[in-house]
């Protein structure tokens, strides 16, 4: 293995780590030449010593800042009075024999560094992120590019994003086509084509064409400084693992350190009390023994690792969990409540059905485009959309919009009507009912009925899949909150496959019903409520989870929401239940599995069973094989 790579994927270390390798090498070659090589007792013995200050100085000052800041039980110190202790003992008996200090101090220091590798590893996936975050934007003056500072770019400012720079502000393409990356975010890994007219968030990176963006945010709003915003927030909100590892620590060590100071006096005081040799050597030796059996490193290392670890993979498929409590809430979650429009649907109203028309289906849509061409209702805009291109509204005269019913209006020298029942009664036409769900506009050209367009919210593909995801991930009830009409809302609850469904609901018509779901849940479970809009924000805060999207979604929704989904993909919520719950698993291994361990060994280093190298496998081995067991959150492929 070269000096700068270090674990899978051949990722390179820090200064700081190659400087640690390099110290542990160079001990390991002086502690190999001590104890094998044939050298005088003198020339042996110095070559422990050099080899134990090359790779534990760092331990020593930082036991000895401990001591001098009050803080003196933690693991610096465990290994410190441990390694010390047993370099005096040699001296006193005389031995000559300094290598489990040694091997001690050279040992943790390897499985400090393993451990500083792995961190290293869960952090870079979360850093990739932070790469995310643009250093300017391009603003041209005087026909030259002006790099500036994002912060002082105001909305709508025209900015120039080249290939192969990042997008540093959201806002709308005026001119240029491009694709872009936007792995970062999302983790989808295609590239996503764009043209005049969409929409684009900061922090995704331009791959192809020049483009120039309208901004709609300032800098402080776009979605990039909202992400890196929650990113480095995340770490301060811990789960009860972490804060029950933390109190722990802080009771154990202490505990312990008296418990070896008991162990190294009192049963030499019993024996001289009773009148038999002290052995003050045997037992101080299973005191200091007991000391390295004891240090905590295990659980205090990949407990919070795990989590990190959790965050780390659920960021790279584009899930952003704002802390480790959110995390492990999520791996608890059995009812998950969904808002409909832009949840499930995609809030955008499309021309599902042209029906009963005699004339071809492109002409009527034409006819109903150009008569509604002057409205700005979604109705208007669905049509014009169906129609695809420009509308020539040449064509289009006399246009009599009709409150609550329609408009009339003259297209090509032709009187057409499009709206509802109410205007075909008012015109004296005679007209069809339609069994399809969504928004009817009935049309009539030249007094006749001409058939009518289908105009409906289309369910997000994937939705219906993801909702049978949920279920396969131990999801217990799936329930879908909607405004919408009874009618709609139940035709698609039942395409999509939800067990209950609420419709005609106003915002707090939402929490109310959020309240009583919560009410209704076992003990120990929660409950998990997706939206998008700002009318879900109070929903979102009431809710034991709150999943916002955040591509589509509105600010107060992010806002309030523990977890965001980048790419508004509703599949991508199993998948972050999945995730938690390996990364729970996990942590619940790594707690049992070092507790295990080193209650048995410190038992057996307490009665004389286990020496010096049973402490090193005790205290690194655990802690290296928890750290690998830890940073198998990370991946989530299988997911």
């Known amino acids: 293995m070269a000096p700068g790579r270090f674990l899978k994927g051949g990722h390179p270390m820090t200064k700081k780590q190659k400087k640690m390798l390099y110290r542990i090498l160079i001990a390991a070659a002086l502690f190999l030449a001590a104890k094998f090589a044939p050298l005088p007792p003198l020339l042996s013995t110095l070559l422990y010593f050099i080899a134990y200050f090359t790779v534990g100085c760092d331990i020593l000052r930082k036991a000895w800042k401990g001591i001098c800041n009050h803080q003196v039980f933690d693991e610096n110190f465990l290994m410190a009075v441990a390694t010390i202790g047993a370099i005096a003992l040699a001296v006193y008996e005389r031995s000559g024999d300094y290598a489990e200090a040694v091997a001690v101090m050279l040992f943790y220091q390897i499985g400090e560094l393993f451990q500083s590798c792995a961190v290293g590893k869960s952090r870079r996936s979360i850093a990739s992120l932070m790469d995310i975050r643009p250093d300017y934007a391009n603003i041209e003056r005087d026909g030259k590019l002006e790099q500036v500072d994002p912060d002082e770019v105001e909305v709508g400012t025209v900015i120039t994003v080249q290939p192969g720079e990042k997008i540093p502000i959201d806002g709308c393409i005026v001119e240029g086509a491009s694709a872009l990356n936007t792995a970062a975010l999302t983790g989808e890994s295609l590239p996503r084509d764009v043209t005049p007219g969409d929409e684009v968030i900061s922090g995704c990176i331009n791959m192809t064409g020049v483009l120039k963006v309208r901004t709609t945010k300032a800098f402080g709003e776009s979605t990039v400084s909202k992400i890196l915003e929650l990113m480095e927030n995340s770490s301060s909100h811990k789960s009860r693992s972490e804060n029950f590892i933390s109190r722990f620590a802080r009771v154990y060590t202490p505990a312990v350190c008296y418990g070896a100071l008991a162990l190294a006096v009192l049963p030499p005081l019993f024996n001289l009390i009773s009148g038999a040799p002290a052995a003050w050597g045997v037992w101080v030796y299973r005191a200091l023994t007991f000391l390295v059996i004891s240090c905590p490193c295990a659980l205090v290392i990949s407990i919070p690792l795990s989590f990190f670890a959790g965050l780390g993979g659920a960021s790279r498929e584009g899930i952003l969990i704002k802390g480790s409590n959110y995390l492990e809430a999520l791996s608890k979650t059995k009812t998950v409540v969904f808002d409909k429009t832009g949840t499930l649907t995609q809030g955008v109203f499309e021309v599902t059905g042209v029906h009963h028309s005699p004339m071809e289906e492109r002409k009527l849509l034409a006819y109903a485009a150009l008569a509604e061409c002057a409205s700005s209702h979604p109705i208007s805009k669905s049509l014009q959309k169906a129609c695809g291109g420009e509308l020539d509204r040449s064509r289009v005269t006399d246009i009599e919009e009709r409150s609550g019913r329609g408009v009339v209006a003259t297209v090509d020298g032709h009187t057409v009507a499009a709206g509802n029942g109410r205007l075909m009664d008012e015109l004296g036409v005679k007209w069809q009912e339609c069994r399809s769900v969504g928004t009817i506009v009935h049309m009539a050209v030249d007094g006749a009925y001409a058939g009518h367009i289908v105009i409906s919210d289309v369910i997000k593909p994937g939705a219906r899949e993801a909702i049978a995801a949920l279920r396969r991930a131990g999801v217990r009830k799936t329930v879908m909150l909607t405004g919408d009409m009874q009618k709609v809302a139940a035709k698609v609850a039942e395409e999509l496959g939800v067990d209950d469904f609420r419709a005609e609901l106003l915002p707090g018509d939402k929490v109310s019903e959020v309240e009583r779901l919560l009410g209704e849940k076992g003990s120990g479970e929660c409950l998990a409520f997706v939206g998008d809009g700002i009318n879900d924000a109070p929903v979102l805060s009431r809710a034991d989870i709150g999943i916002a999207m955040g591509a589509m979604g509105s600010d107060a929704a992010i806002e309030a929401a523990d977890v965001v989904l980048m790419d508004d993909d509703p599949m991508k919520i199993a998948k972050g239940i999945r995730i938690s719950r390996k990364c729970l698993r996990i942590v619940y291994e790594n707690i049992a599995f070092a507790l295990g ?43």
């Open 597 to 639: 361990i080193k209650a048995l060994c410190l038992v057996l280093g307490a009665l004389g069973l286990a020496n010096m190298w049973a402490a090193i496998f005790a205290d690194v081995g655990v802690m290296v094989l928890a750290v690998l067991n830890a940073i198998r959150a990370l991946r989530t492929s299988k997911n």
